[in-house]
């Protein structure tokens, strides 16, 4: 059984004439483990396709399984758990809480998750560590360059160990090096950890380290790339 | 407890990074609705707690004897008195021989004798002059001339209220006379009995007690009334410092005075019209208040609506990795906690460490009055609740309507 599994999802947009039928019946798998990419030109309906399955929007049909969760069927309340305990995010905007330090933005969701105070401290500085920022660990976002707050995002969205890492264009902001040094660290802890990933991208040359690479076109897959 | 944990961090952190100017501005408009809310009803109360203490202070005491209802007068007043002063919890005390008389003034210049007498009905009061002031220090509210002696006779004081300029400054009410000054004669008429004074003084208070009286020694008093039974109308008690009022009534209800004459203490036996404006000031005051608690609510709605809503793509972000709702709101309910909190701890700094004083040392002058600032801690503290918790519920609210928001719409920035 794998660890993500859609059927025939569908996402509509608007009623009657205005109408926008983005993703037109889309099956999508992936494997415990497995590093997946989606690629497509712009419009092609990837982030909405990353935004069903990955539990923060609600397709007009299909079915997601997700580690064995019927998802769709889940409270508001209990997607929130979900999404907490089973999924990490990294956002192309870097998505950080700018009220908090790069140490806090890690740990909140170790503390959500009922770490205590310290052991959440601990667990976020030795992420922070990992990402390369071991000097910067009471930087607020704002007085971090973009690379580092992506790196600060991936640690946030590493350090509980979630079970499948959700990633939309994460290096889209950033220049060449820092884009590959994120790459980087995704397919490290890829490999580390065991961790399912469904990333964006639209650079093929970020797509070579994965498994699969998925392509889209129009709201449907065009081609499915088997790379090992 | 792990959302209340987060939205203690994710509150405390969006203070601590807002700017200094924007939290002193919350704080202070947070204060000023503590003061509206405590000072306003204070000050409206307090202007009637000054009337009432100066009411004890010169002219009711702390402890009054009068006559028994079915009585005319204090029984045995003598023997009375002999008890009182052996009492050490009584400081002092006051005989006052009370009764009405015709006063009447410029009769010798009078010419034509059909033309209009000037007559008022007064009330008057036959005390001991050194007695008397050592209980109500009746000799401090002198305007004009001097306070009476008692070894003098023919003397008299006559109160503010009936003098001709009074009633033209506060409007015809009282029956008065004109051109009294001291050292003019005038004319006291009492049933068939009629005895020249001589103006000795002119006294004035606040209390109308005291404005609105004549005074002659008690010897005259007893002569002109006829009151030969030496039995009194009022005995007025100033109770020694840290001795209460109730305890030296009951010593003297006790010893069986109450046979004699009716005993109560200065609550008992203040005039009813206080307690009632006092209480009527005290709404009055909450209303007002009430008001500056709406706009404060308001003020604190639109501070967190404006604060949740230019987050809201951060609350969608903190939903969407999982944070819950109940901790986001938690955060904002803390926010606005905290302005409360620091907002009425100024204002409670400012009214219990100087505004109190303040008003102690410099009562607001009224009319009637020497309003001082009453704040009763216990009343001042269930305002303050009652202020919080609607601020509470005014932060709460805006939280709760953004951050139910669709989590992914938040995220994206769409409507
Ligand atoms: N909420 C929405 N309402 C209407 N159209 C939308 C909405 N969200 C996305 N779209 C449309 O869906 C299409 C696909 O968008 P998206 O999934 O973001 O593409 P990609 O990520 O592949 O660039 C776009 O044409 C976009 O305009
Ligand atoms: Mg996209």
Redesign the interface.
């Known amino acids: 059984m794998s660890i993500i599994n859609a059927t025939n999802i569908h996402r509509r947009f608007g009623e009657g004439e205005l109408e926008a039928h983005i993703l037109k019946g889309i099956d999508f798998s992936a494997e415990a483990g497995e590093f997946v990419a989606i690629m497509g030109k712009s419009g092609a309906g990837k982030s909405t396709l990353m935004y069903q399955l990955s539990v923060l929007d609600d397709p007009s049909e299909g079915e997601i399984i997700i580690d064995n969760v019927d998802v769709l069927k889940l409270s508001e309340h209990e997607r929130t758990r979900f999404r907490l305990n089973t999924l990490g995010y990294i956002f192309q905007n870097y998505a950080l809480v700018p009220d908090l330090t790069a140490e806090e933005n890690v740990f909140l969701p170790l503390l959500m998750r009922g770490r205590d105070w310290k052991e959440a401290k601990e667990i976020a500085r030795a992420m922070i560590d990992e990402v390369g920022l071991n000097d910067k660990y009471t930087n607020l976002p704002a007085e971090l360059s973009g690379g580092e707050q992506q790196r600060v995002s991936v640690a946030r969205a590493m350090a509980g160990k979630p079970k499948i890492l959700f990633a939309d264009e994460p290096t889209a902001n950033l220049d060449s090096v820092h884009s590959a040094q994120i790459i980087d660290l995704i397919t490290e802890f890829n490999k580390k950890l065991n961790q399912t990933i469904v990333m964006v991208t639209h650079e093929r040359e970020y797509a070579m380290g994965c498994d699969r690479i998925i392509h889209m076109e129009d709201g449907v897959i065009i081609d499915i790339e088997k790379l090992r | 407890m792990?959302s209340l944990?987060?939205g203690f961090?994710?509150g405390m952190?969006?203070i601590?990074?807002a700017s200094l100017w924007t939290n002193i501005l919350i704080v202070f408009v947070m204060a000023l609705t503590f003061l509206n809310l405590i000072a306003v009803s204070g000050v409206l109360v307090g202007l009637i707690t000054g009337a009432e203490r100066a009411v004890r202070a010169e002219s009711l005491g702390d402890i009054i004897i009068t006559e028994r209802d079915d009585q005319n007068n204090i029984l045995e007043t003598e023997s009375i008195i002999r008890q009182i002063k052996t009492y050490p919890e009584i400081e002092t005390y006051a005989v006052r021989y009370i009764g009405a008389g015709r006063l009447e003034a410029n009769y010798k210049e009078r010419r034509d004798l059909s033309g209009e007498r000037d007559i008022a009905q007064v009330t008057v009061t036959g005390i001991d002059p050194i007695q008397e002031d050592t209980m109500s220090h009746l000799s401090d509210n002198m305007l004009e001339g001097e306070y009476l002696d008692p070894n003098e006779e023919g003397y008299i004081l006559i109160g503010y209220y009936y003098l001709q300029e009074a009633s033209d400054k506060f409007g015809d009410i009282f029956d008065s006379l004109s051109n009294i000054k001291p050292g003019v004669t005038v004319r006291m008429t009492v049933g068939d009995i009629s005895k020249e004074f001589i103006v000795k003084g002119i006294v004035q208070s606040k209390v109308d007690e005291v404005s609105l009286n004549t005074y002659i020694t008690e010897k005259e008093f007893r002569r002109l009334f006829g009151r030969i039974d030496r039995n009194a109308d009022r005995i007025t008690i100033r109770v020694a410092d840290n001795v209460s009022e109730d305890s030296v009534k009951a010593t003297l209800i006790e010893s069986g005075l109450g046979q004699y004459a009716k005993i109560q203490t200065f609550e008992e036996g203040k005039p009813k019209f206080i307690t009632d404006i006092k209480n009527t000031m005290n709404l009055l005051g909450t209303f007002i208040g009430s008001i500056g608690i709406i706009v404060a609510s308001i003020t604190i709605f639109i501070i967190i609506f404006i604060n949740a809503l230019s987050r809201r793509?951060?609350i969608g972000?903190?939903?969407?990795?999982?944070?819950?709702?109940k901790?986001i709101e938690i955060a904002y309910v803390l926010q606005a906690a905290f302005y409360a909190l620091a907002g009425s701890a100024c204002g409670a700094l400012l009214t219990y460490g100087f505004l109190l004083g303040y008003f102690e040392r410099n009562p607001i002058k009224f009319p009637f009055s020497d309003g001082i600032l009453v704040a009763p801690p216990d009343e001042t503290f269930l305002r303050f609740l009652v202020l919080f918790a609607v601020t509470l519920i005014a932060g709460f609210l805006p939280a709760w309507m953004i951050v139910r928001q669709n989590?992914?719409n938040s995220?994206l920035g769409r409507k």
């Open positions: 792990r944990r987060i961090l994710l952190r969006q601590q990074r793509s951060q972000i903190l939903k969407g990795i999982g944070i819950e709702r901790a989590t992914l995220i």
